[in-house]
């Protein structure tokens, strides 16, 4: 009886955390994630197939068939050609963490294998987790430890291989922009959580790249994949986003808070001048006449015009009896605006420019990208999405990943993070 019982206790002690006893409760954590409304999808690591390749699969709401297989693949060898195939055994598990178990993203050194997780677009297309069209709305949650890096954690945001530079030369297969929804581990602002969304798959604002974008403005600190398990199990954070479709607002959250970013200065930003132009652009086209810096060529889609109603904040910089300049902060932007007396004695806004941009909440008045086919459509990804320049990207641990059709409330996102602890 004693053997039996040593050997037992063993047995128990090799599926445990090299720091014992886990501090977490896997199985009722999972079950906060599975009872919030409007779950599409829910991977945790734990759940696999019976048979077969034993592959993820996710928890999905009672009557739904598709379990959302993970297959693995190196998306270089897959474009470019080169690289050796991925397989699980690239996905190191921890056996700890908020659900239970997590995989790592490691900092890969062959410039040729960038293995990702994922769902072909042949098995999720027009299914729930495809989430597009207008009037929907999403939230993706990862629970996560970040050790570097800032690119995606998880979505459908295929960026496309068809941008020109050197990394592209020796391409194989080229295609063009298939993007959805994701959450990254914050692209402009490492850590934070950055929630994407495009409404045509490919670019935004006549800039290579797509922009809609929030950034959280707490960001998860870098803490090491090797560190010790007490380690480890203290440092997991919650990262979401959520697009709002009825408030159109793209939101990024951390550890359940949004937090307000702005950025000052939008036209000296590398990325976000071409968002500064938007504005710009549309302003000019509401204006009579042609104006100074005036693109008649720029596309009316392309438009950046965030509502600006009643401003929370007006500043007056200098104004003296025929001219006044203000400062005012609207929900979304702030701008500084010159007014002169006309020939009535009424003040008239004569100049107009825009000095800073809201990161988080960022207004987005679109639909989401809707794939005809499977054809124009990406597969989802977790770990790395598919994009020219096969950059690293985000390295650390991925405890769970879920997905939901709605924009969860601030409530429901701290709740989420509480898992964490």
């Known amino acids: 009886m004693t053997r039996l019982l040593l050997i037992f206790l063993t047995a128990v002690a090799s599926t ?48 739904a068939t598709n379990v ?24 190191p598990l921890l056996n700890d963490g908020p659900f239970g178990q997590a995989i790592r993203i490691r900092q890969e050194s062959d410039p040729n294998f960038r293995p990702f997780l994922f769902i072909p677009r042949s098995r999720l297309h027009d299914t729930p987790l495809d989430i597009k069209g207008e009037g929907k709305s999403v939230t993706v949650v990862v629970w996560a430890i970040r050790e570097s890096g800032n690119h995606a954690l998880a979505g459908i945001w295929h960026e496309g291989t068809d941008l020109k530079q050197s990394s592209t030369a020796s391409i194989k297969k080229v295609e063009r922009g298939q993007r959805q929804y994701a959450l990254f581990a914050g692209l402009n602002k490492a850590g934070s959580a950055c ?18 974008k929030c950034n959280s403005l707490g960001q998860s600190p870098a803490v090491s994949a090797d560190s010790p398990p007490e380690k480890l199990a203290a440092s997991w954070q919650c990262l979401a986003m959520t697009f709002d479709d009825e408030k159109n607002e793209i939101t990024g959250w951390l550890n359940g808070e949004s937090g307000e970013r702005w950025l000052k200065n939008p036209k000296s930003n590398n990325l976000l001048s071409y968002a500064h132009n938007a504005y710009m652009q549309a302003h000019y086209a509401r204006t009579p006449g042609m104006q100074d810096g005036e693109d008649s060529e720029f596309p ?24 006044r300049v203000e400062r005012r902060r609207y929900r979304y932007t702030e701008v500084v605006v010159t007014l002169e007396k006309d020939e009535n004695g009424e003040w008239v806004e004569t100049d107009r420019n825009l000095v800073g941009l809201r990161l988080n909440p960022w207004w987005y008045p679109h639909g989401i990208y809707s794939p005809p086919d499977t054809e124009q459509g990406g597969p989802f990804t977790i770990g790395r999405v598919i994009h020219s320049s096969r950059s690293v990207g985000f390295t650390g641990w991925i405890g769970g990943v879920s997905v939901f059709d709605r924009a ?14």
């Not at 959302?68 to 055994?89: H, I």
């Not at 969860?408 to 602890?421: F, K, Q």
Request: glycine share 10%.
């Open 68 to 91: 959302y297989p993970l297959d693995a693949a190196n998306y270089v060898r897959d474009y470019w050609g080169e690289g050796r195939q991925a397989t699980y055994a690239d996905f």
């Open 408 to 421: 969860l409330s601030e409530a429901e996102l701290m709740t989420l993070a509480g898992l964490r602890n």
């Open 300 to 323: 009316e889609a392309q438009y950046y015009s965030p509502p600006e109603g009643d401003e929370s904040e007006t500043e007056v910089l200098r104004a003296d009896e025929n001219q």
């Open 195 to 212: 929630g994407h969304v495009s409404e045509n798959g490919a670019s935004s604002f006549l800039n290579k790249y797509a922009l809609h």
């Open 16 to 63: 445990l955390p090299l720091g014992g006893v886990s501090a977490f409760d896997p199985t009722g954590n999972r079950e906060v994630v599975r009872n919030t409304p409007g779950l599409v999808a829910f991977w945790d690591f734990t759940q696999r197939e019976s048979t077969g390749q034993e592959r993820f699969i996710a928890h999905v709401p009672a009557g």
